[in-house]
């Protein structure tokens, strides 16, 4: 009954990487098909051959921050103080100098000591430049000192924060990687080629910045094409470019996204697709980066907050505001605004409410929120919302009346709203969103309501489908099921991930057409949940798909095994098949790499656990608790193990500490009030079984487990009310039929 559990937590890692949407057009057989130009490097020409057809838009490209995304180091690319100037923060000091030509920091290295380092390559150019440095096994690391390009000036990017030269986050640690965080958004046909063997990179690219093939791909066909055919009259959709022009507006968007979304990168070899989840896996508007409400909080970019907006639903595209080359707004100011919305309407003082031509009568300042990020970067909210101060007042999410209005109460600024426009307020997602995400005893049906309005985005529907994963009820799970019909891949995706929680019995046979989804994220979900399933019990049809869509996981889970987490998600996987040493080898490399991952030492000490080496795996627990003594979950899994060692008094205290950290873990107070039940502690076992409940009221094993406690006690009045409670919970459920009859009811 105690035997503990396996956590099996799935992490998304952050890869910022180019999206290539490609073209399939039939045509001469001389041309090579679109779909094998990634592997072709020399396709890849440079931009020069672009300049002689599209001077104007080369000209605008050279003036922007995408041909300054990484170049060598020079006097016109440098653009920070290195005349021997010293900069001191969080207890690191450093300094920036030249010797002759070259470029050098000296800095603390991944030892503590002190240390020169070469800047090899410059990174980015305005609002901040960043330096790359090399390593031994191919490696380039971004130190935490960037310069300042409107200030003058070196800051630290972890301003306040002193980290340790061991650390994650240091410069030279996993999180500063430029071949796994950076490279593929810097440059051209970046290949990152990373052996999990040697723990090295022979990451090569065909052009080091940014260019002109970036989005519009290999350009030796198009112009071969162009020089040839073209010429003799012929005509392709496209000309053998993507993103010509005219393209359709998804082809656009998907081509900006992946350098411009919090996404993770399937595999490094792509498929041809309009799909982006053949490629890539964007991050939904989740509590683990963003507000309650959708809006931005964490470094999230933009395609997440934009597939939000009505904007995007209407056909607004990146272009529509931005020129794709210069990089810049097309039209200053409210102009950008006002090329789709009436200005005599909404550019006047009787909608804005403050006086012309100020900052505060700009649309971007009431409804695009902007925040700093990397020190000084200021990125806008792309949701395009309505402040709703009536939300802060009632669910403490941020506003945009507050960023200026720091003097005023919420209530104030509510108020205010009221008196402009009338109590009214048009529905918002997030009024349903924000209760949603709660994942309380309310939370259920407000998830339910998003996913049945029409009107509501597809991201947010997405989103809703992940939380009621955290909802094991009968109704949520049919809901969930449901999903999988989803004609939007994201939708599909998350009802899979969401299905984790419930039993196989209640999925298998919903599940497994997905084995062979026409999306590849799709495929990679659903051969994540069939993983558990005996071999025995797939059924004939899904075995071939199910072969497939494994090794399509496989690979996705191998190539990200350069990132900490990736070695993490990797274990996880062989835990599943309970190939308990690759579960335990990766799990130890992932450590490696980031010592303060405790999802990795909770999983960790269980397959210790498996292999019954219990003393390694409290040893595991007990240094998760050193990186953080306050996490509930760690003294869970403490007292599972305990209680599986016979060791009772220290199981029960252990289980006492995660109830007075406020776990909201139905496990914990189930297995807890068990415990105690079964020492005869019953007035004890009773108190923490309905102190589960109040948290989790919608959890119908811990009315199970209380009427228990009660018959065991022989308190048959309270067993037969709790009972009641169960059965109006969960009456069909067949592990409380027993316990129904038993008590006549």
């Keep these: 009954m105690y035997k503990k559990s396996l956590l099996l937590i799935f992490i998304s890692v952050v890869l910022l990487v180019i999206f290539r949407v490609f073209i399939v057009d039939s045509c001469t057989s001389k041309y090579i098909k679109y779909s094998d130009l990634e592997s072709h490097s020399k396709e890849y020409v440079g931009d020069q051959s672009c300049k002689k057809c599209h ?142 063997k040697t723990d090295t990179y022979k990451t090569s690219y065909s052009i080091i910045n940014v260019s002109c093939e970036s989005c519009h791909g290999a350009a030796k066909q198009h112009i071969d094409f162009i020089n040839g055919d073209y010429k003799s009259g012929s005509r392709v959709a496209g000309s053998f470019m993507k993103l010509a022009k005219n393209s359709k507006p998804l082809e656009e968007i998907n081509t900006c996204a992946p350098c411009h979304a919090r996404i993770s990168e399937i595999n490094g070899k792509h498929i041809p697709s309009s799909e982006i989840m053949d490629n890539y896996i964007p991050q939904i508007p989740d509590t683990e980066f963003y507000h309650a409400d959708g809006q931005v909080n964490d470094e999230d970019y933009i395609y997440t907050s934009f597939l939000q907006s009505k904007m995007y639903h209407k056909g607004v595209t990146c272009s529509t505001c931005h ?104 529905y918002h997602f997030a009024e349903d969103l924000i209760p949603g995400s709660r994942l309380d005893a309310n939370s259920e049906k407000h998830l339910t309501s998003l996913i049945n309005n029409k009107f509501v985005p597809k991201i947010i529907k997405a989103t809703a489908t992940f939380y009621l994963g955290s909802l094991p009820t009968q109704t949520s799970l049919k809901t969930i099921l449901g999903r999988l019909a989803s004609n939007d891949a994201q939708n599909r995706y998350r009802a899979l991930r969401s299905l984790a929680s419930f039993p196989s019995e209640s999925w298998i046979d919903a599940v497994g057409p997905l ?95 498996e292999q019954g080496k219990n003393k390694q795996a409290l040893n595991a627990l007990e240094l998760a608790l050193k990186n953080d003594a306050t996490n509930e979950r760690v003294y869970y899994n403490m007292a599972l193990l305990h209680n599986e060692m016979n060791n009772i008094p220290a199981a ?74 169960l059965k109006q919970l969960d009456p069909n459920n067949p592990n409380y039929q027993q316990i129904f009859s038993s008590l006549g009811i």
């Design 323 to 426: 020129d794709p080359h210069s990089a810049k707004q097309k039209r200053p100011g409210n102009q950008a605004c006002t090329l789709c919305h009436l200005p005599t309407k909404y550019d006047v003082p009787k909608h804005t409410f403050h006086k012309a031509g100020t900052p505060a009568a700009e649309c971007k300042n009431c409804h695009m929120p902007g925040k700093l990020y990397m020190g000084n970067d200021l990125r806008h909210d792309h949701s395009f919302r309505v402040p709703r101060p009536d939300l802060s007042i009632k669910y403490g999410t941020p506003n945009a009346c507050s960023n200026c209005h720091k003097d005023k109460s919420e209530k104030v600024l509510a108020d205010a709203i009221v008196k402009w426009y009338g109590p009214k307020r048009v």
């Design 55 to 196: 001077e104007k838009e080369f000209k605008d490209w050279k003036q922007s921050h995408h041909y300054m995304s990484m170049l060598p180091p020079n006097d016109s690319t440098v653009k920070g103080d290195f005349n021997n100037v010293s900069y001191t923060a969080d207890g690191v000091s450093s300094r920036f100098y030249k010797k002759g030509s070259r470029y050098y920091i000296f800095t603390e290295g991944d030892d503590g000591k002190y240390h020169e380092f070469e800047v090899k390559y410059i990174f980015g150019f305005t609002p901040l430049q960043q330096y790359l440095v090399q390593f031994p096994g191919g490696r380039m690391q971004v130190p935490r000192l960037s310069y300042d390009v409107i200030k003058k000036k070196w800051f630290n990017q972890y301003a306040g924060q002193n980290i340790p030269s061991h650390d994650w986050l240091h410069w030279t640690g996993n999180a500063q990687n430029w071949n796994t965080m950076c490279a593929t958004c810097h440059s051209t046909n970046l290949r990152k080629n990373y052996d999990v």
């Design 652 to 725: 029960e205290k252990s289980f006492a500490k995660a109830v007075e950290l406020k776990s909201t873990n139905s496990r914990v107070y189930y297995n807890y009030g068990l415990l105690l039940n079964q020492s005869k502690k019953y007035a004890a076992a009773v108190s923490v079984l309905q102190k589960g409940i109040q948290i989790n009221p919608s959890d119908s094993e811990l009315y199970y487990a209380l009427t228990y406690v009660y018959m065991e006690a022989n308190n048959k009045v309270k067993a037969v009310q709790t009972a009641i409670q």
């Design 515 to 609: 084995l062979s989804d026409k999306v590849r994220a799709v495929r990679i979900a659903a051969a994540d949940l069939y993983i558990i399933i005996p071999r025995d019990q797939v059924r004939p049809e899904y075995e071939k798909a199910f072969s497939a869509a494994q090794a399509e996981l496989e690979k996705s889970l191998r190539f990200q095994t350069d990132f900490s987490t990736g070695n993490v998600m990797l274990a996880d996987y062989y835990l599943k098949l309970k190939d308990y040493p690759n579960a335990e080898k990766f799990y130890l490399r992932g450590l490696k790499k980031d010592i303060n991952m405790n999802y990795a030492l909770l999983n960790l000490s269980a397959v210790y656990n």
